[in-house]
């Protein structure tokens, strides 16, 4: 006899007539380790993960411990608030009217564009307000007057420096514009407790808000030429033109339509 792959093989003899000779072979096979062997795939039932398929190995391979990585973060404790604020360069603008949310830009000129469609107003990221689209009816013209030190200077040094003399600053605008500073940072370096708004793209109309606040506003007139915008009633505006030496009256039309070829650009303050 003799055991090759789990099956018992039998080599038998059988009488003949001068002994015993050779007979066929049998075999008895061990069903117990054929199951075995052949059963790599078997069902596991557990209450917490139901039925699960394994897979049974001929043989074992050697136990590899577990790669254990840690997250390189540190978990606090504390309440912690996250605070976002927009760039200097980026401000936000909020147009609200009707009750709602309309435009939220950071283009003030756009914002007040969509709040003076809607009868609204204009707030920035802090809920000051920018913008109002309602007025007085009218506005009498502030007296304004360059320094003596500016007298003889540029359109705009005479401009700067009347808008400088009407908060009470009696400072020689024509010194800080020669040495390269612009009309906004002389405004903004001067006046550090208002806030200089730059309108570029308004219309006459929507900053004549800043005008009923009681405050001038600079305008561009043309390429050397800027005037300041003192007054106003429901069809005229009084301005400060440096090239006609005093206050003079235009109609909006007139007005609007100058300081539009201009560029329509605004300097304002509140």
Known sequence: MEFVNGVLVMHRLTEGEGGYVQASQDSIVNRSQEDEEQKVIHSTVTEKKQTQMQLTLSEMKKDTPPVYVAAKQILNKEDKKMVLKPSQD????????????????????????????????????????????????????FEVQPSDADAAGSSVVKCVSAL????????????????????????????????????????????????????????????????????????????????????VKSTIEEAEEKFRAAGGIYIAYQ
Not at 95 to 114: D, H, N, P, S, W
Not at 130 to 135: L, Q, V
Not at 222 to 244: I, K, S
């Open 90 to 141: 980026q401000r936000m603008y909020f147009a609200y009217a009707k009750g709602k949310l309309q435009k939220a830009t950071t283009v003030m000129a756009e914002a007040i564009r969509i709040a003076d469609e809607h009868m609204g107003v204009v707030v920035d990221e802090k809920q000051n307000y920018i913008w109002k689209r309602a007025r007085k009816s009218m506005q009498m013209s």
């Open 164 to 247: 400088l003399r009407h908060e009470g600053m009696e400072v020689s605008a024509g010194e800080l514009l020669e040495r390269g500073d612009t009309p906004q940072e002389v405004l903004e370096s001067l006046m550090s407790e208002r806030e200089v708004l730059i309108l570029e793209g308004c219309s006459l109309s929507q900053v004549l808000y800043y005008v009923n606040c009681g405050t001038p506003v600079l305008a561009a007139a043309g390429t050397q030429e800027t005037m300041l915008v003192t007054g106003y009633d429901a069809l005229n505006v009084w301005l400060y033109d440096p090239q006609a030496g005093g206050i």
